[in-house]
């Protein structure tokens, strides 16, 4: 029987020559799986990833020279649109580290302990357009992090206005441009106007980017 071709292309990127060599062939062993390429730092990653264009980078957080976050931001900056799902290896499953890797563009966020049955799981999660985060996959990423709240306060508002912060709520609550006008009784080119100067304040390019800073920073509770 003729060995099933590939069709999820892989690159790892990993300091730990050991790790690496075992995880590709745990990989290999899959039949849709290939490892197109290997890196151990980060600046081999970002090189690796925008040469071979992988349909998965697993990319490990502590590198030498480009930490990982930093391997991940300057993908996420490039000009050209990142087609690479990346999950992120990492010891631990901290909240903070999930926000600032979700809204640098991460699909998965994996623990590097975690049984090698979990990573094919997540593999084949993001590549079906899904995220996966610790052991689950997740489908509302917004909705996730609202039931995986911190605890901590939010140490300033970021300059928000009172009508700012009030949309800041819808976005974090999923509505659209239309419905937030409805909402507010405004119209579309203003609700617009007010993403723009939140965007502005906050630091953000994206609605999902927003929803996730508010939700890690407490700056908005969800409304109906």
């Known amino acids: 029987m003729d060995k099933k071709e590939p069709s999820v ?11 690496r060599d075992g995880l590709r062939r745990l990989l290999e062993a899959e039949p849709e799986l290939e490892v197109v390429g290997e890196a151990a730092d980060g600046n081999e990653a970002v090189r690796q990833t925008r040469e071979l264009n992988p349909d998965v980078l697993l990319l490990d957080l502590a590198m030498p020279r480009l930490p990982g976050m930093d391997a991940l931001r ?30 640098l563009g991460a699909r998965g966020v994996v623990m590097k302990e975690a049984a090698t049955q979990l990573l094919m799981k997540a593999i084949r999660t993001v590549q079906a357009g899904q995220y996966w985060i610790g052991r689950q996959a997740v489908g509302d990423i917004v909705e996730f992090m609202r039931t995986n709240p911190s605890g901590d306060k939010p140490a300033r508002n970021y ?35 007010h993403l723009t100067n939140i965007f502005d304040k906050v630091g953000v390019a994206s609605r999902l980017e927003l929803a996730l800073f508010a939700i890690n920073n407490r700056l908005a509770e969800p409304t109906t």
């Open 74 to 103: 300057e993908l996420s900056g490039n000009g050209d649109k990142l087609h690479t799902n990346v999950i992120v290896l990492t010891a631990a499953v901290e909240r903070l580290q999930i926000v600032q890797a979700l809204q």
């Open 159 to 193: 300059g928000l206005t009172k009508r700012e912060m009030d949309i800041l709520a819808t976005i974090v609550a999923g509505l659209s441009n239309k419905e937030i006008a409805r909402k507010f009784s405004l119209s579309e080119d203003t609700v617009k106007h």
């Open 9 to 19: 292309r892989i690159v790892i990127a990993d300091d730990h020559t050991i790790f």
